[in-house]
Nanobody
Framework: QVQLVESGGGLVQAGGSLRLSCTASGRTFATGWFRQAPGKEREFVAVIMGNSGGKIYADSVKGRFTISRDNAKNTVDLEMNNLKPEDTAIYYC?????????????????WGQGTQVTVSS
């Protein structure tokens, strides 16, 4: 069982930045971020592999978001720059314990409670 705790959400103006952090209670194969806006499906944002450090980003955030990890601390951060109102959502951290389709919700075994990100125009 891996527990995930997110932090760092908040309210920011368009064009601003926020940094989200996810702390895991143990090692994971891969740690990802998803987001869910009101009335919409939960969607993939980014993922980082635990060993190789390989990263995948959703097209909507490429060039603006950066995912990074600190294996010693079991933390994964999501640096979000040039935020847009359409980035407003609850952001969830998720952990996968094996290789799968890591852009899909079903590949993940554990989820955090989520943290709210609101971007005002």
């Amino acid at each position: 069982q891996v527990q995930l705790v997110e932090s760092g959400g908040g309210l920011v103006q368009a064009g601003g930045s926020l940094r989200l952090s996810c702390t895991a209670s143990g090692r994971t194969f891969a740690t990802g971020w998803f987001r869910q806006a009101p009335g919409k499906e939960r969607e993939f944002v980014a993922v980082i592999m635990g060993n190789s450090g390989g990263k995948i980003y959703a097209d909507s955030v490429k060039g603006r978001f950066t995912i990074s990890r600190d294996n010693a601390k079991n933390t994964v951060d999501l640096e979000m720059n040039n935020l847009k109102p359409e980035d407003t959502a609850i952001y969830y951290c998720a952990a996968a314990q094996a290789l799968g389709a890591l852009t899909v919700r079903g590949a993940y075994d554990y989820w955090g409670q989520g943290t709210q990100v609101t971007v005002s125009s």
